[in-house]
């Protein structure tokens, strides 16, 4: 749990006072009151947060009459695969739908990658005339959001036959992410001190060579910072892809699992199946959220304090 | 590299990306501003109507409760999100293990897609099958079942709410934890000496110097209620009488399933309107707080 937020100067390091005063006998008694008080809280805490995931691990591994069984039951009677096993074979088959929300994930992460990494570079070591003014441009996605740009660039992708293909979705996810990457990938280029290029360039180095040997080693927190963001969004993202997709074997995860909750509650919805895959969908998330959260705060604090 | 050279290297850097934002965001915009203001679907032949569109709205029934709905719902998340998730910065800003795993725990659910949590909180509040009514029940709260997702919208809407303030709360709580962290420690000893309450110094140091955080989360998470759609497609589907149908949810109705394209773009610009006065204050916010 080595967060961002951890690493900060010890500034808060004064803070610790504000929930423990032990001040006298009476001071004593509340100071440690207050303390098993907050304790307590902050498992409450937890265990409101964890318990609906929880839910959904366990109603997933209920067998097929058990998922359907009214009242509910809190913990399954005996483990079971039964819902996987569903899933795995639900229409085009799971394997098609992760392949394609992989696939639109990948593509927006090297879009994202290969769009702002030069334009980073160019904006932090360039003289271009107007650099204000392009960064702007740049993050005119902020301004306009893209839920209101989904009508128009649905009627260009039908013209230019990128509906229904991941591409067009990869697209959209990128014009999402691009302000934010801009922002990541600038920040990180001005952060590269200038003696490194300097060395660099008397040695004759041209300026993509510069990039790639000096620059890329030196950015690689910022492309993981882009990479996570990128992955996280395209792999979650609903709307776009309920406009842009409309072939069963072109859906994404969470598209699959929304129209699964329509089909299926015709004859009664297939909770266990349902409990599978969002399980499934969360599972990446997590794991990435997890390994890389370093990289999901700090993001996360300069993204949003700009 | 830093000569009249650089100029143009730079622009190469640059282009593809400018090229990017022109093509999916610039030239799409443009589009939409022509596109609403015709009559615009993908079968039939274009017709230019002025500012037809609009005025169609301005008369459409479904315009001002989806707009009336959107702001509503925003009104009432948005105080609960800011309190709740000040209150638990406050109780977990402080580096002990036990806080720092809470932190930790309360953002998991931001990572989670909107979709997969509005999918399982529609199914922990299914009437037969949820976890939801079976624990109330349990508990003795209720007698019977709640049928939240039924004809009473503001219980449709306080069950979505839930699931949302779920799964964002952990945002504003690690923006909030971060400002709070940022006050220098100087300030709260001196108010130590002074001998004040938890709370008066709550209000009178980490409320006032954490202002710029709060004013910014609160806007951020205005705009993302204003945009919201996920949730309502998933767990109310606009249901019921298209009471809970939000002002995105309007806009993909119209421009997808009924193919209204000019209509839809029409709505879509009144609601990057309404989107831009938010974003030009966030803006604004920022760049203070930044010089």
């Known amino acids: 749990m080595s967060a961002a937020w951890d690493k900060r100067p010890r500034g808060g390091a004064a803070a610790p006072a504000m929930l423990e005063e032990p001040q006298g006998l009476l001071g004593w008694f509340f100071g440690t009151r207050a303390k098993y008080l907050v304790g307590a809280l902050c498992i409450a805490l937890c265990a409101i947060m964890l318990l609906p995931l929880l839910a959904s691990v366990l109603a997933s591994l209920k067998s097929t009459q058990e998922a359907a069984a009214v009242p509910p ?13 569903r899933l795995w074979h639900y229409q085009a088959g799971l394997p098609t739908y992760l392949g394609n929300s992989a ?14 990494v030069p334009a980073g570079y160019a904006l932090a070591r360039f003289p271009v005339p107007g650099k204000e003014f392009f960064f702007i441009v740049l993050l ?25 293909s991941l591409v067009g979705l990869a697209i959209v996810h990128t014009a999402i992410q691009l302000p934010f990457s801009v922002y990541i990938m600038r920040n990180a280029f001005e952060a590269v001190p200038r003696e490194l290029e300097e060395a660099a360039v008397i040695d004759g180095c041209n300026s993509w060579q510069v990039l790639v040997r000096i620059f890329l080693p030196a950015i690689v927190p ?13 792999w979650n993202e609903l709307l776009a892809a309920l406009v842009i997709l409309n072939k069963d074997s072109s859906f994404t995860l969470p598209l699959i699992l929304a129209a699964a909750r329509q089909q299926t509650s015709i004859g009664g919805t297939d909770w266990g199946m349902l409990q599978a895959g969002i399980t499934i969908s969360i599972i990446p998330c997590m794991a990435f959220y997890l390994l890389l959260q370093k990289y999901y705060v700090s993001g996360l604090l300069s993204g949003a304090v700009k | 590299m830093h000569s009249t050279n650089g100029k143009f290297v730079g622009l190469l850097y640059l282009s593809p990306a400018l090229a990017f934002v022109m093509a999916f965001t610039v030239y799409p915009f443009g589009q939409m501003v022509w596109m609403s203001l015709h009559n615009w679907s993908l079968i039939a032949e274009k017709k230019y109507v002025g500012a037809g569109n609009f005025v169609k709205a301005w008369y459409d029934p479904q315009f001002w409760t989806s707009l009336s709905f959107t702001l509503k719902y925003t009104a009432l998340i948005t105080p609960i999100l800011m309190l709740l998730g ?6 977990t800003a402080v580096n002990t293990p036990l806080r720092r795993i809470t932190r930790a725990v309360v953002f998991a659910p931001v990572v989670v897609g909107l979709g997969a949590s509005s999918l399982l909180w529609y199914w922990l509040f299914s009437y037969d099958f949820g976890l939801v009514n079976r624990s109330l029940i349990d508990l003795g709260i209720v007698a019977k079942p709640v049928l939240w997702f039924g004809a009473d919208a503001g219980l449709a809407t306080s069950a979505v709410i839930v699931s949302i303030v779920w799964k964002v709360i952990g945002f504003g709580t690690i923006l909030f934890v971060a400002a709070i962290q940022a006050i220098p420690g100087e300030i709260n000893e001196a108010t130590l000496v002074d001998g004040a309450s938890y709370w008066q110094r709550v209000r009178r140091i980490t409320l006032p110097l954490t202002a710029k955080t709060i004013l910014l989360v609160t806007l951020i998470s205005v705009i993302g209620s204003l945009l919201a759609f996920d949730q309502f497609y998933i767990m109310t589907a606009g249901q019921p009488r298209n009471l809970t149908a939000t002002s995105v949810f ?3 109705l119209n421009s997808f ?24 204050f966030q803006m604004i916010l920022t760049r203070r707080s930044h010089g």
């Not at chain 1, 005119?140 to 229904?164: D, S």
């Not at chain 1, 910022?222 to 395209?234: D, E, G």
């Open chain 1, 222 to 234: 910022a492309i993981i910072t882009v990479s996570l963001f990128a992955f996280i969004t395209s």
């Open chain 1, 140 to 164: 005119l996605g902020l301004i306009v959001p893209y839920q209101a740009l989904l009508t128009p660039l649905f009627f260009m992708f039908v013209q230019l036959k990128l509906h229904n």
């Open chain 2, 250 to 252: 309007l806009i993909y």
């Open chain 1, 73 to 85: 039951t809190y913990f399954p009677h005996g483990l079971s695969f039964d819902s996987y096993r």
């Open chain 1, 103 to 116: 696939g639109a994930a990948l593509l927006t992460i090297l879009f994202c990658l290969g769009l702002t």
């Open chain 2, 86 to 91: 000040f209150l638990i910065a406050l109780l």
């Open chain 2, 257 to 280: 399933p009924y193919l209204k394209l000019g209509y839809g773009s029409a709505l879509s610009l009144i609601l990057a309107a309404i989107i831009l006065v938010c974003t030009v």
